[in-house]
């Protein structure tokens, strides 16, 4: 049975609280504009989670919860592309994180993945039921109903941050004399340096490696305790910024949407991609379809 829709027409949480009571096994996927993401069932449980948001990579997400340093990424990144290894391997391998850390992390990532989508306010849904879940995937056991407090915390939460800060769009300048009264940790710092360069907050977002949601709050905190203001709003979205190291999808479904994203604007990365995703799985139909 499949089902489809818009956000704008059912809920994330409607959608949730159906497959769960339903005790509903299968894959839903969202997709707006070029992201994809998808969330995995089993029997009413949410087991895990899919997304070609390069904000949502393993390498981003590690930075972003401060396990790794720009440095040990980029070393394991050239490592990763002479080895073939898979980017959680070679940290290991080289000492950077534990077996543990990377798996705590990669499951830290399946749900925020989720969460994320929550404040999506459109953006199409399908659900296919009883589709097999990929042999990659990295599997959790969450009841949907702990999903749903924290998504509705974060739609809270993120129309408070609203209040002080309009939209991704937005540029903040610094206050005269901030520094001489606050004592700021560093990503707080690291946020003050991005805001004095003029960065919109969509571009701070991706240059903190972080949520929309996490940074929000952070400027949220910034604009409260009188450090910095709103100065003014682009007229419309700037182009994403490149994250600074570059950062690649783990597994073969997530390296194939990342191929089809960059077909139009950069063809060359896809091929790496799809080279790489058949090098993993080399009978895989839809690398294959794609790569010609």
């Keep these: 049975m499949a089902i489809q829709g818009t956000l704008k027409t059912m809920s994330l949480t409607d959608l949730l609280q159906f497959l769960a009571a339903g005790r509903k096994s ?23 989670s899919k997304s070609n948001d390069p904000r949502e990579y393993l390498g981003q ?36 994180l534990t077996e543990g850390e990377v798996l705590a992390v990669l499951k830290t990532r399946t749900l925020d993945a989720i969460y994320d989508l929550f404040v999506w306010t459109e953006g199409q ?45 937005s540029i903040l300048e610094l206050n005269p004399g901030w520094t001489s009264s606050l004592n700021l ?24 490696h972080a949520s929309a949601f996490h940074v929000y709050g952070q400027l949220y905190e910034v604009i409260s305790k009188g450090v910095a203001r709103v100065a ?30 960059k077909l139009d604007e950069d063809p060359e990365s896809a091929l790496v991609m799809l080279q790489r995703a058949l090098e993993e799985e ?7 379809k794609l790569l010609p």
Excluded at 29 to 46: A, E, R, S
């Design 26 to 48: 299968g894959t839903l996927q969202f997709d707006l504009g070029k992201i994809t993401k998808q969330v995995y069932f089993q029997k009413g449980l949410i087991v895990g």
């Design 61 to 96: 997400v590690l930075l972003h919860y401060g396990k790794v340093d720009e440095s040990q990424l980029q070393t394991a990144r050239e490592a990763q592309r002479t080895s073939g290894a898979k980017l959680g391997e070679v940290l290991v391998q080289q000492g950077f």
């Design 125 to 169: 849904f399908e659900f296919y039921d009883d589709e097999p879940i990929p042999d990659d995937l990295i599997l959790i056991e969450v009841e949907p109903t702990t999903v749903i407090m924290e998504g509705i915390y974060r739609i809270d939460e993120l129309a408070r941050y609203h209040t002080l800060v309009p939209s991704d769009r």
């Design 185 to 208: 940790g560093k990503e707080l710092r690291q946020i003050l340096y991005f805001i004095e360069k003029r960065m919109s907050v969509a571009e701070i977002c991706y240059h903190m």
């Design 232 to 261: 003014g709003e682009l007229p419309e979205p700037p182009d994403v910024a490149t994250p600074e190291v570059e950062d690649l999808p783990e597994s073969t479904t997530e390296l194939i949407w990342a191929a089809q994203r």
């Design 282 to 288: 080399p009978k895989n139909a839809e690398a294959q």
